[in-house]
């Protein structure tokens, strides 16, 4: 399967390199052009000589991750997050490091030798080391190096009532919704991005809409679903199961009303589930996009994730083929409209 | 049959305090190396392995003990919209709970992620603290207490989901190595025994419930009365938070206990024995005559002359625990020379102080 590909690859911030091969074996043969650029986006395009309005769909190929900072003389490695992880979720849990994907696991300090006011505060990151069973510093540098990046060792399964789990849903989800676009046909040019650099600053997808210049570019995401027990119903920002979500607003983007507007209503016509994001956190590569250039109209499609950016996060199969189908008639729609 | 792949396949398994059927009869079916099987009442696996002395020689008896029972959560309410309320069997540290992926042992099994409160939603004075256990939850995967109905039930149990894996060398990491590990050890000792001259009668015991206070040890000792006891349990591992003397080193092979619970005799053989076999060992003292099945072999009946040798474990008590199964294998052949030194004279002197 697909996600399960793509979820158990490993591509931090700057080292997508991975993902990027595997993507673009997957779109070979189904594009017209696939290039890279100066930062690591993949760029595939479909007709991109036709006329018609330019569609740009965005979908990031990194995911966070753990970089190695510091090898000691004991063999552990000292490590800081790269794009934005709580510690609290990295306690206790299996790791892989670098290329070579060395298992290690981060641990912490036995119950029976703590205090009981110790379990109450969280363990800081300084108090966390990945262990990979290096008996030294020298005999741990053999097979990790400085600025490996360290990722979650999460099998994707499926579970429960149509649920999916696996690690790097965000932003996986996304490139595997881009993946099956791009195999499909369309009238207009349709530019896929894969971008780099997500998680630290939205850097790829800025540099890649300025190549591109398109009219309108939709962004796929994994966002964050809070519809758990512990937080109040207009907390949850999205909630699992009840489709994709349209963003009205988030830290760095006001979405183009009038797309969002079509986007409900092609929703609605085609009986497709669709939830608005009912958050104003977070980011997206639509906050680049929108400004590059002149000003892009930009809108995004997300698909509700509990657990993001931990080592196994949740995600309905549902909301993945609704956010298809969404993006999918809103393509055909674009054409039918603004095409020739 | 390797006893280190075996090790593996029982540390996945699931086999929480009270519930270690699986892990028993996983042992039962891969040990080829003793006489006779039983099980007690509790569900203690005791395995007899006979000396090579003549049927009618009163020969010493030795139990060595190893816990098989791991900690682990039971399910104690479904919220109505289909996620999973839990406590815990044994002490788990509630931070190392977040984010794990479980195992829901109901009518089937059914596979978890252990959620909270994601922290965006969290006030700033609960980012700073860490997530409680009243407010984990397990997700898996149900939309409602409806769909849950009939697959899972308040008291169904739950263990963390994860296979033992391979690190660096011979170190490996995964979770119910305390107290696999001993089993591990002690199976290693019956396989070292078979090719040795021995005469001791062995009972080697993976013990049930000793995470929730020795139960096990309890009534198989009753039930053994043996001449001499040795507790095999894992001890706290060189890591990160600890200071050296709280620890024993991973690698430096098995750590010979000092203390109440340790017989002066036993622990002044089982040095000797090291020393004259060249196995590596370190000194594990102890002020706490408690924790560990050796305290209940001691205190059986008339009183057990009894020892406690423990393998260096790191991050004891987490889904992620540490060692390197060289410590493993240098346990077990310690316990094998020790008893094949054993004799009638020495088990007797055990009582004279």
């Known amino acids: 399967m697909l996600l399960r590909k793509l979820t158990e690859a490993c591509g931090a911030p700057g080292q997508e390199g991975e993902v990027r091969a595997l993507i673009r074996s997957e779109i070979e043969g189904y594009v017209d052009e696939i290039r890279t650029d100066a930062l690591g986006n993949l760029i595939a395009v479909k007709n991109p000589s036709a006329p018609g309005p330019k569609v740009m769909l965005a979908a990031h190929m990194d995911e966070v991750a753990l970089m190695i900072l510091g090898i000691e003389k004991n063999g552990l490695l000292r490590f800081r997050p790269i794009g934005g992880i709580d510690p609290r979720v990295l306690v206790a849990k299996t790791v892989l490091v670098g290329e070579k994907k060395v298992p290690g696991v981060i641990g912490s300090k036995p119950i029976h030798l703590q205090r009981p006011e110790e379990r109450q505060r969280p363990l800081s990151i300084d108090e966390l080391a990945i262990d990979i069973g290096a008996k030294s510093q020298e005999e741990a540098e053999k097979v990790v190096n400085l600025g490996d990046c360290a990722y979650f060792a999460t099998k994707f399964e499926e579970f429960g009532q149509d649920k999916i789990k696996a690690k790097a849903l965000d932003d996986r989800v996304g490139c595997a919704l881009l993946i099956e676009l791009l195999k499909q046909n369309y009238d207009i040019p349709v530019y896929g991005v894969f971008t780099v650099q997500e998680e630290v600053g939205l850097r790829g997808a800025g540099v890649a809409a300025y190549q591109i210049q398109p009219d309108v570019a939709i962004v796929l995401e994994g966002t964050t679903a809070s519809d758990v027990p512990g937080s109040d119903p207009h907390k949850h920002a999205t909630s699992v199961g009840k489709g994709p979500a349209i963003t009205i607003m988030d830290r760095t983007v006001i979405t183009h009303p009038p797309l969002v507007r079509r986007l409900i209503e092609l929703a609605e016509e085609h009986n497709i589930p669709y939830q608005i994001r009912r958050t104003n956190t977070g980011g997206t590569d639509a906050g680049q996009i929108q400004l590059t250039a002149g000003g892009t109209k930009a809108a995004v499609i997300a698909v509700p994730c509990r657990y993001i950016h931990s080592a196994a996060s949740v995600m309905s199969k549902k909301d993945y083929e609704a956010a298809f189908r969404l993006t999918s008639v809103y393509l055909q729609d674009l054409q039918e409209r603004e095409g020739n | ?353």
Request: glycine fraction near 10%; charge should be negative; hydrophobic fraction near 40%.
């Open chain 2, 1 to 353: 049959m390797d006893i280190k792949q075996l090790f593996q396949d029982i540390a996945s398994n699931s086999g929480v305090s009270g519930y270690e059927d699986q892990i028993a009869d996983q042992i039962q079916e891969a040990c080829p190396w003793v006489d006779e099987f039983r099980r007690d009442t509790l569900g203690n696996l005791i395995m007899l392995k006979k000396g090579k002395a003549q049927s009618d020689q009163k020969v010493p008896r030795v139990m060595l003990a190893a816990h098989m029972d791991e900690i682990g959560l039971i399910i104690t309410k479904v919220e109505k919209e289909g996620f999973l309320r839990f406590s815990t069997i044994g002490g788990f540290d509630q931070r190392v709970l977040l984010g794990q992926e479980v195992t829901v042992h109901g009518k089937e099994t059914y596979r978890g992620v252990i959620g909270a409160k994601p922290p965006h939603v969290q006030s700033p004075d609960e980012q700073r603290q860490a997530v409680k256990l009243e407010d984990l939850f397990i997700d898996i995967g149900f939309d409602s207490a409806e769909e849950v109905e009939g697959k899972v039930a308040v008291g169904d149990l739950a263990t963390i989901n994860q296979t033992s894996w391979n690190l660096q060398g011979s170190f490996m990491a995964g979770k119910a190595f305390d107290d696999r590990a001993g089993v591990a050890a002690m199976l290693e000792c019956l396989k070292a025994l078979d090719d040795l001259n021995f005469s001791a009668e062995v009972y080697a015991v993976a013990t049930v419930q000793e995470e929730v206070g020795l139960r096990g040890a309890i009534t198989s000792t009753y039930g053994i009365v043996p001449d001499v006891g040795i507790a095999i349990d894992v001890g706290f591992g060189d890591q990160p938070g600890l200071q050296e003397f709280q620890t024993i080193k991973l690698g430096g092979g098995p750590a010979i206990g000092l203390g109440p619970h340790v017989h002066p005799t036993l622990h002044k053989r089982m040095v000797e024995v090291a020393k004259e076999w060249k196995i590596p060992y370190s000194l594990d003292p102890s002020p706490y005559p408690g924790g560990t099945d050796a305290y209940a072999i001691q205190v059986t009946q008339a009183g057990i002359p009894t020892i406690l040798l423990s393998i260096p474990l790191r991050y004891m008590h987490t889904p992620i625990e540490t060692l390197d199964y060289n410590d493993v294998k240098l346990t077990g052949r310690l316990m094998a020379f020790f008893i094949a030194g054993l004799d009638n004279e020495f088990v007797e002197g055990l009582k004279c102080f």
